[in-house]
Structure formats: structure tokens, C-alpha cells
């Protein structure tokens, strides 16, 4: 699906600001995404990145702005914060699976509880999940018993089986061993491909290069440079962008 055909975005953040204590952390943030795009967010640490994933759903509240999800405008609390929070599929730096459940149960807990989905329905979607992301044989195993890049593919499909509109990556791979960052990467690229709205704090580059419509470059809690990965990786406009690029890219 092309990016942008239609005209109400997938995500939108209107002047968003979040502090904590005095420091400022997200400032005025302003950020359209469309249906079927893919948004790589760069920036130093502590710029603002893992913030502004976690506000789009509200696990951080924000001060003040707007965040909508397809056109509706999620609010602060509530029960219509929870529907509409089950439209935001997120995958975090740690896996975040119920070790004491099967790779099975993990993925159709959400989908039974929260959606009301049948349990054969659920193992269903579950076992085509699993199959999409290469751990289908893993199925009755527990958590420990996986490597960190299965447990992080088993965390995408259980995102994935609650259908959601849009996925959130906060720095999906920084957490695994190098030889396992490919695997991971790999599945993404694969829905970045299938046309999921996506957007992904990442230090993966060759994710960015790869996958990406757009990249978002932040830098002490603002949206520096916004631009096609082509454009922000051989011509960045800013100093601090260059600055990271010159960082990031010789070691």
C-alpha cells in the first residue's frame, strides 16, 4: 500500500509536550504519520526517542497536546483509552512475556481476554503468527527455554494478534546478543513490506536505510530533522544530526 493515499493519518501528535520534573523531554512535538508507513526515530540518547513511542499510546502521559489514532483522539484514562490502546501494538527493548506461560498462551491471552476471541480461534491466529515470524516449533515452550531473538519474535506476534493498527518498536533489538539483532530485523522488514504503519526507535541504520520511509531525528526533546532516509543519511541538514551520523557511522 502507498503511504499517504488517504487522508487522515494513522498518528498524529499535535504540540505535545511532557516534562519530567524540570527537564523538558518531548517539546512541542508535532508528527503526522500515514496508514502503511514506516518512521525510524534516531537521535542521541536521551533526546526524547523511547519517550515520544511510549506517549503515542499513553504508557507516558503526556502535559499537554493531542495524540490521535486514526482520527480519534485517544484520552488520558479510561475504558476508551484501553480500546484504543489495543490499536497500538508494542514491541519493547525488553521482551516483557509471561514466563510462566507457554510461547502459545503469551501470544492468545490478549486476543481472549480483550477481544473476546475464541481459544481455538486465538491458537489459530497464534500458530499463523508464529509461523510468520519462524518460531511455529516453539510453540509449547516457555520463555527461558528461547534465545533473546525468538522471545523478541514471540513479542511481535503477540502484538501482531491483537490486530493492531499501528506497531511501536522502542529499541526492539538493543537488548539482544549481535547475532541474534538479524532475526529480529528481519521479521520487521518483512511488515514493513506487508504495509504495517510502524514507527521504530532503533540504532539499527541498515533498518533505517533499508525499511524506512521517512526518518525523525530528535535531539534534546525536539524533531531536529524529518526526511527520506536517503536525504537525512547523505545530506542532513543539521549540525546535530551530522554530529550523530559522524558518531554513529565510523565505529
Do not use: W
Not at 524540570?22 to 517539546?27: A, C, F, G, M
Not at 525523525?216 to 536525504?231: K, N, Q, Y
Amino acid at each position: 500500500m502507498d503511504p499517504g493515499t488517504t487522508s487522515t493519518p494513522m498518528v498524529r501528535m499535535a504540540g505535545v509536550q511532557k516534562h519530567f520534573g524540570d527537564l523538558h523531554v518531548l517539546r512541542d512535538i508535532d508528527l503526522e504519520i500515514a496508514p502503511g508507513e514506516v518512521v525510524v526515530v534516531l537521535g542521541p540518547s536521551g533526546s526524547g526517542k523511547s519517550t515520544l513511542c511510549r506517549a503515542i499510546n499513553r504508557l507516558e502521559p503526556i502535559d499537554s497536546g493531542t495524540v490521535e489514532i486514526d482520527g480519534r483522539e485517544l484520552p488520558a484514562e479510561g475504558r476508551d483509552l484501553a480500546a484504543l490502546r489495543s490499536d497500538v501494538g508494542m514491541v519493547f527493548q525488553q521482551f516483557n512475556l509471561f514466563a510462566h506461560r507457554t510461547i502459545l498462551e503469551n501470544v492468545t491471552l490478549a486476543p481472549i481476554r480483550v477481544r473476546k476471541v475464541s481459544k481455538g480461534e486465538a491458537e489459530n491466529r497464534a500458530t499463523t503468527l508464529l509461523e510468520r515470524v519462524g518460531i511455529a516449533d516453539q510453540a509449547h515452550k516457555y520463555p527461558a527455554q528461547l534465545s533473546g531473538g525468538q522471545q523478541q519474535r514471540v513479542a511481535i506476534a503477540r502484538a501482531l494478534a491483537m490486530d493492531p493498527k499501528v506497531m511501536l518498536f522502542d529499541e526492539p533489538t538493543s537488548a539482544l546478543d549481535p547475532e541474534m539483532v538479524g532475526e529480529v530485523v528481519e521479521v520487521m522488514a518483512d511488515l514493513a513490506r506487508d504495509g504495517m504503519t510502524m514507527i521504530v526507535v532503533t540504532h539499527e541504520m541498515g533498518f533505517a536505510r533499508r525499511a524506512a520511509h521517512r526518518v525523525v531525528f530528535m535531539a534534546d526533546g525536539e524533531i531536529v530533522e524529518d526526511s527520506t532516509p536517503d536525504a537525512f543519511f547523505s545530506r542532513p541538514s543539521s549540525e546535530r544530526a551530522r554530529d550523530f551520523l559522524g558518531k554513529i557511522l565510523t565505529h
